[in-house]
């Protein structure tokens, strides 16, 4: 599996799926997807450069652990539902606001920054999985 093709393709593969992964999870607050699967998806092109170019490059890439990752996304998550509770509301209500950036209202909530801890979580431990289970084979 170690062809010159796969080598060279598996780099624009990843940064393509890495840019639908950060696609899907803020789409997924209004539409299906969202951070598990955005997560799951930045995993998976993560774990291919780890196949294609083997675990130190991955692990270059990131320059953290990916449990670091997750560990990020696990504080975002519980943060995003601790907000509420300084302005008087139950815990983990939604908070909204609406700045405007450029001219054009921008929604921006809590609950997409719980997302995107979900995405953290997922993509960090999917990720520490997969190059746990490439450099027990070997790898490249």
Do not use: C, Y
Not at 124 to 129: D, L, Q, R, V
């Amino acid at each position: 599996m170690n062809t010159i093709i796969f080598r060279t393709a598996a780099p624009a593969i990843t940064a393509l799926t890495l840019v639908f992964a950060v696609f899907v999870t803020l789409r997924g607050h209004n539409e299906p997807g969202g951070g598990f699967i955005g997560g799951l998806i930045a995993a998976s092109g993560l774990a291919l450069l780890g196949l294609s170019h083997g675990v130190p490059a991955v692990e270059r890439l990131l320059h953290l652990h990916p449990m670091s990752f997750a560990g990020f996304g696990l504080l975002l998550s519980a943060l995003s539902g601790l907000l509420s509770l300084p302005l008087g509301r139950p815990l983990m209500t939604s908070q909204w606001a609406f700045p405007k950036l450029f001219g054009v209202e921008v929604a921006l909530s809590t609950p997409m920054v719980f997302d995107i801890g979900v995405f953290f979580v997922v993509a960090g431990a999917m990720t520490s999985i997969a190059l746990a289970l490439e450099r027990r084979e070997g790898g490249v």
